[in-house]
């Protein structure tokens, strides 16, 4: 039997990672106007692979399409921020109440080694960002529940568009680091009622400072 040729990655997907990470970096700025025929010159590609590719940032929510006047980066309002924190609150303190009732003790030990590591981080904003985004990931990894992973890795784009995140105010972080103890503490105890509690204080923190 021959062996599978798999397919490159098609050109618009990568063209739609490309301009996620602008979005990400404030280089496309929240309501700001997509020039498209610019950025297909600045890639050396036509309009269609581009158009594929907003089409898929318009599908996760971080790219909205206005009739007859193009694509915009999407702002966030206070009430779709609050509507966000609302969803991964339920989908990620439920995920975590199963992590502590069936993760092995290998599996809780990886959160932990995660937990320390961004304990260690404080100091570098940019590799907590990524540890801390890790660790409610792999929450969600361990639950089992690809729907839910999903939806969570969907919804925490849209979380990344607000102009004033959570963990740049003042303090956050050492509360952020606070709330994470807790929970991994919640967790090592198996205790899933109590780790449901403190995902869902650690989410309805994040959103009074992120308000």
């Not at 269609?48 to 702002?75: H, Q």
């Not at 966030?76 to 921020?81: G, M, P, R, T, Y």
Request: proline share 2%; glycine share 4%.
């Amino acid at each position: 039997m021959p062996a599978l040729s798999l397919a490159p990655r098609a050109l618009y997907e990568e063209v739609a990672e490309l301009l996620r990470q602008r979005i990400f970096r404030r280089e496309l700025e929240p309501g700001s106007w997509i020039d498209e025929l610019k950025i297909a010159e600045e890639y050396g590609i036509s309009r269609t692979p581009l158009r594929e590719a907003l089409k898929v940032l318009a599908a996760e929510g971080l790219v909205t399409m206005k009739m007859r006047r193009g694509a915009y980066v999407t702002e966030v309002s206070e009430k779709d921020l609050a509507d966000v924190y609302h969803l991964l609150s339920l989908l990620e303190s439920d995920a975590a109440g199963v992590v502590a009732e069936r993760a092995s003790d290998e599996e809780l030990a990886s959160l932990q080694a995660l937990h320390n590591e961004l304990e260690a981080a404080v100091a570098d904003r940019d590799r907590f960002f990524a540890l801390n985004e890790q660790f409610h990931m792999r929450v969600l990894e361990l639950a089992r529940n690809r729907w839910r992973e999903q939806m969570v890795a969907d919804l925490r784009k849209v979380m990344k568009l607000n102009r004033h995140n959570s963990l740049l105010k003042s303090g956050r972080v050492e509360e952020s680091l606070a709330e994470h103890r807790a929970i991994v503490a919640a967790l090592v105890q198996r205790n899933p009622a109590l780790t449901v509690q403190r995902m869902q204080e650690h989410f309805q923190s994040g959103l009074e400072a992120a308000a």
